[in-house]
Nanobody, 123 residues
Framework: VQLQASGGGLVQAGGSLRLSCAPS????????VAWFRQAPGKEREFVAA????????YYADSVKGRFTISRDNAKNTVFLRMNSLKPDDAAVYYC?????????????????WGRGTQVTVSS
């Protein structure tokens, strides 16, 4: 399974972006999906995750209330809506998928990773 993350870019602090994650497979609904991010010189960190149906979502404390993860299984896409962006949110954002997963915060459970999309936030 190959994942394509897109939607990154340059935005001013306080602005918004919507990231998309699309797979190379026809049926994405059997995969739990998560977003992680990695800033230069920092470890990769969990951002958000969503269950197979989209009924359960999980967020890092640092983004709770500002970011929303969602999925449209009919369109085979998972989204990450990011509002009220801060300079600390700047990073490369990666989507990851786990077949029949539950939406986990641990990077180690995810079998498939996209290449990432750059998010830059200017102050």
């Amino acid at each position: 399974v190959q994942l394509q993350a897109s939607g990154g870019g340059l935005v001013q602090a306080g602005g918004s972006l919507r990231l998309s994650c699309a797979p190379s497979v026809r049926i994405f609904s059997i995969y739990a999906v998560a977003w992680f991010r990695q800033a230069p010189g920092k470890e990769r960190e969990f951002v958000a995750a969503i269950s197979l149906s989209g009924g359960s979502t999980y967020y890092a404390d640092s983004v709770k209330g500002r970011f929303t993860i969602s999925r449209d299984n009919a369109k085979n896409t998972v989204f990450l809506r990011m509002n009220s962006l801060k300079p600390d949110d700047a990073a490369v954002y990666y989507c990851a998928a786990e077949r029949y997963g539950s939406g986990d915060k641990r990077a180690s459970v995810y079998d498939y990773w996209g290449r990432g999309t750059q998010v830059t936030v200017s102050s």
